[in-house]
């Protein structure tokens, strides 16, 4: 009876990761890992703050969500972003990380400031990204990892501590540019 079932030939089902990463456990798992990727991120900008007589904020902004973290520190920003199918599984997913020069995080008008009264018409470019997708065979050994490339998997707290000197090199370099 089964002589004429046909079986299905997919790459990824010879592929160690996507029997977790395509289950529906994993997507709790993902969820876990980008809070304590953000944490991490914000928690490593909090030993490093900008100097007082710089034209920069002295800390900086942070506007998270679950699936988004945004960091502007002054002139630069930092994006964070999970982008995923709402029916998705964690298999198709995938982590966009941009470092920007130019303001991405928009200050809101305080008290009766209008918007179009306060905005410039600036625009951020890109510095630096990244695209990188998960590298897990459980929650125990997740990872990030570049397209195509599983063994080059970081953990969170390593990606983290990526991002942020990404954005700390490109805030110095936009110091010594004024």
Known sequence: MLENTAVRSDARAH????DYTTSFRANAACARELARLYDDITGSLAGARVPADAKAPEEPVVRRSPA??????????LTVAWLQRSQGTVADGELLVV?????????TPQGFERAHQHSASSS????????LVVAA?????W??????AHDDA??????AQQCVERLQAAYAECS???
């Open 15 to 18: 592929d160690a990761h996507a």
């Open 68 to 77: 988004r973290c945004l960091v502007q520190l002054g002139p630069v920003a």
């Open 99 to 107: 470092v920007w020069k130019g303001e991405v995080a928009v200050r």
């Open 124 to 131: 951020a470019t890109s510095v630096w990204e990244t695209v």
């Open 137 to 141: 065979k459980s929650e125990n050994e």
């Open 143 to 148: 990872g990030w990892a570049p397209i195509g």
């Open 154 to 159: 970081l953990s969170s707290a390593a990606l």
């Open 176 to 178: 010594r540019e004024r």
